[in-house]
């Protein structure tokens, strides 16, 4: 039997550890995180902090108890407490001889394909340059379209972007713990296959009055790591050397395991996770086959309709005439030209078009990421 905790530890180099705002109230939490963080970075290891807290730190400069409603009085406190966050980082970075960078983020910035690799870039720079990358959304520009929702699905999309095997995100929990008539009773040790039951499990476990998300954030985050081929792990922050336990591969908190033997590729988690979707195609039962059995590009004979506008190179979903998304992609033709394809050969491309076909697919395999 595999041992998985041992497994990624002994395979990863890369970690994104994610710390929450009920950990970060007392920033006497800060200098035990860096510490362990440092003791990580002098095994090798690759590190990436996703931090709540500025709007917490916020609430607590002006002695709020309570979260508020109204998006511009949290833009405000994230304002105020982000500062004082990141100087805090900061100072105890110093102290092991390194330092710490802050990176504030939107939605938009991973879904734009050319500040996506921007983003991709910085941090792996930060890294050659032996710096501490620390990352958080930001609360005071972000609007409901341009948001993560929480910082859990922030982590989730940088361990996507980076290619990082392993994700921690550390919570004020033991971990995913099994639920009966609504009792929380032992921990789950592993998980390998998240089903409904187990989200449902995962509900009604937030604190709106100082924080976001709760554990069914988490499960989603690890759906998409894992659907990656990548690993999360959720572990109890409040226990000093939990880091350290987790780089000794102990069964501490929740690991998730990889849906995928193999890693994603990054151009598809792109696609799948990220790009803006601009329009649909419509195939029949064949294609849906082709394309989720045998891992085949879309041909032009297996759409049997087509939805949006669209043009060349633009994401689209394709989707079952039972009206299921199988999968996102690249499209090699605009939605006008698509139309005109539809239900024929190959072979007719130029006849219908009447130009050279450049090319045979509608969207070839390397630009179709499946999402089941």
């Known amino acids: 039997m595999v041992d998985h905790r041992k497994y990624i530890i002994e395979h990863c180099n890369k970690i994104v550890v994610k710390v929450g705002t009920r950990l970060l109230t007392d920033t006497g939490r800060i200098p035990i995180l860096i510490s362990q963080i440092a003791a990580l970075r002098e095994k090798g290891f690759q590190v990436l902090l996703v931090s709540s807290g500025a709007v917490g730190l916020g609430m607590k400069l002006l002695n709020l108890s309570k979260r508020p409603a109204k998006l511009a009085e ?45 983003v991709l870039n910085c941090i792996h720079s930060l890294w050659a340059n032996n710096i501490l990358p620390i990352a958080n959304e930001n609360d005071t520009v972000s609007v409901k379209e341009l948001k993560f929702g929480d910082n859990d699905f922030l982590a989730a999309s940088l361990a996507t972007l980076t290619r990082t ?26 998980v390998g ?9 995962a509900e009604g476990t937030d604190d709106k009055n100082l924080s976001i998300g709760g554990m069914i954030s988490k499960v989603r985050a690890a759906e998409m790591v894992t659907q990656s081929g ?68 879309l041909l032009p004979s297996g759409i049997v309709g087509v939805e949006g506008s669209f043009s060349r190179g633009d994401t689209v979903e394709i989707v079952s005439k039972a009206g299921n998304v199988i999968a996102r992609g690249l499209s090699n033709y605009g939605s006008e030209d698509c139309i005109r394809l539809a239900g024929h050969q190959s072979t007719e491309i130029e006849k219908l078009l009447q130009t050279a076909a450049e090319d045979e697919e509608i969207v070839h395999r390397d630009n179709l990421a499946i999402l089941t």
Request: with cysteine; hydrophobic share 40%.
């Open 74 to 118: 949290v833009q405000a406190l994230a304002s105020l407490g982000q500062s004082k966050l990141i100087s805090a980082y900061n100072h105890e970075c110093k102290k092991y001889g390194f330092l710490a960078a802050q990176l504030l983020l939107t939605a938009d910035d991973l879904r734009a394909r050319e500040r996506h690799l921007n």
């Open 165 to 190: 095997e392993l994700t921690v995100i550390l919570t004020t929990e033991c971990g995913l713990r099994e639920k009966h008539d609504g009792v929380l009773g032992e921990r789950i040790s592993t």
């Open 193 to 201: 296959n998240i089903s409904e039951e187990l989200k449902q499990s």
């Open 230 to 297: 990548d690993y999360l792990w959720v572990a109890d922050g409040r226990v000093d050397d939990i880091l350290l336990r987790i780089a000794n591969a102990e069964d501490v908190g929740t690991l998730f395991l990889p849906q995928h033997e193999h890693q994603l590729q990054s151009r598809k988690r792109w696609i799948k996770y990220f790009s803006k979707r601009k329009g649909k195609l419509v195939v029949d039962d064949g294609a849906v086959t082709a394309l989720m059995e045998k891992g085949k590009s």
